[in-house]
């Protein structure tokens, strides 16, 4: 079956500008995640959906970040006003419950001018 | 809290040679590990995981990884290096309750023909 999938793949942008990441998460998946990954790094947890709701969004680092998942499939983050240090891949992950593990999407590679 | 020691960014090995990964975790309840790996340009693929059932877990492309409390470990083995197995290899660690995965900061195998 189809993956959890992400667009854009890539996304460059210039410092100040809004951006949208969009994730489609696993069919029937309730649990959807959003991590973001720096260069060299491993993935930092930024966001949790159970349903509709953010469960956990502990990982935000600030409020230019938002994410939301109105229907409980489709998620999307928001960035305000980007800044440089914002470039990261950023990934999405899905389960099918709290318990399950997480599948990765491909990764949305944000370029911040 | 939870958190993840990856010991080694860059492992070298011999196309046919053994392979050894190491993962050391914190966590103050009994975990669930994971091992991912990241392909160039991909998102992250599940090696393996453990669930507290049997200490030794195979995976795919014949990757295992040993669950050792004592010692607070998940090390992952492969008995022989394949060209293919050239990528980047996360640990990861997820507690209890909490629904957010911990990473590590990852190792990069090369293996040399």
């Known amino acids: 079956g189809a993956g959890v999938s992400q667009t854009p793949s890539n996304k460059v942008t210039e410092k100040g500008k809004y951006v949208e990441l969009r994730c489609d998460p696993i069919?029937?998946?309730?649990?959807l995640y959003w991590y973001r990954q720096s260069l060299g790094q491993g993935p930092e947890f930024l966001i949790y959906?159970?349903?509709?709701?953010?469960?956990?969004d502990s990982g935000l680092p600030n409020d230019r970040f938002f994410a939301v998942r109105p229907e409980g499939s489709v998620s999307t983050l928001k960035i305000q006003r980007t800044e440089r240090g914002d470039s990261a891949v950023y990934l999405c992950?899905?389960?099918?419950?709290?318990?399950?593990?997480?599948?990765f999407g491909p990764g949305t590679r944000l370029t911040v001018l | 809290a939870q958190s993840v020691t990856q010991l080694g960014s860059h492992v070298s090995v011999s196309e046919g040679a053994l392979v050894l990964l190491r993962c050391n975790y914190s966590?103050?309840?009994?975990?669930?590990l994971f091992w991912y790996v990241q392909y160039p340009n991909q998102g992250l693929q599940l090696l393996l995981k453990?669930?507290?059932?049997?200490?030794l877990v195979k995976g795919i492309n014949g990757f295992e990884a040993e669950f050792k409390k004592s010692e607070t470990s998940f090390h992952l083995t492969k008995p022989s290096a394949h060209m293919s197995d050239a990528a980047e290899y996360f640990c990861?660690?997820?507690?209890?309750?909490?629904?957010?995965?911990?990473f590590g900061t990852g190792t990069k195998l090369q293996v040399i023909p």
């Open positions: 069919s029937g998946h309730t649990a």
């Open positions: 966590s103050s309840v009994p975990p669930y």
């Open positions: 453990y669930t507290s059932a049997a200490t």
């Open positions: 959906f159970q349903g509709t709701g953010a469960a956990d």
């Open positions: 990861a660690v997820k507690s209890g309750g909490y629904q957010k995965v911990t």
């Open positions: 992950a899905s389960s099918s419950n709290r318990a399950d593990t997480q599948y």
